[in-house]
């Protein structure tokens, strides 16, 4: 799965998103289930077309949000499993305590 490359900082100035870069169709291509093999070439695309300071910028706030997303992740698995259930994150893989 490829996180969307939106970083909640929308606008366009006719061409492109100057926060991810994508265009209208992009977005619209991205949102309707491109491949992601697609997404993929997008994210290059869109890295091509911001300025430099822009795109450290983007790539910044896109690596939080993907540890977000990662991290969002991560915890709604544990907390599905039987041994993490009541929200517990303190236990080790088999349910004893983490020292």
Known sequence: MI???????C?????????CGRT??????WKGGADDARKKRIL???????????FE???????LKVAEKTRDFKEIQQDLTELNGD???ERGRYGEEKR
């Open 24 to 29: 209208m169709e992009e977005k619209f291509e």
């Open 87 to 89: 929200g517990n994150r």
């Open 57 to 63: 910028y983007w790539e910044e706030m896109y690596e």
């Open 44 to 54: 290059e695309d869109c890295g091509n077309r911001l300025p430099r300071k822009d």
């Open 11 to 19: 606008d366009n100035n006719g061409e492109f998103c100057p926060a």
């Open 3 to 9: 996180i969307s490359p939106c970083i909640s900082e």
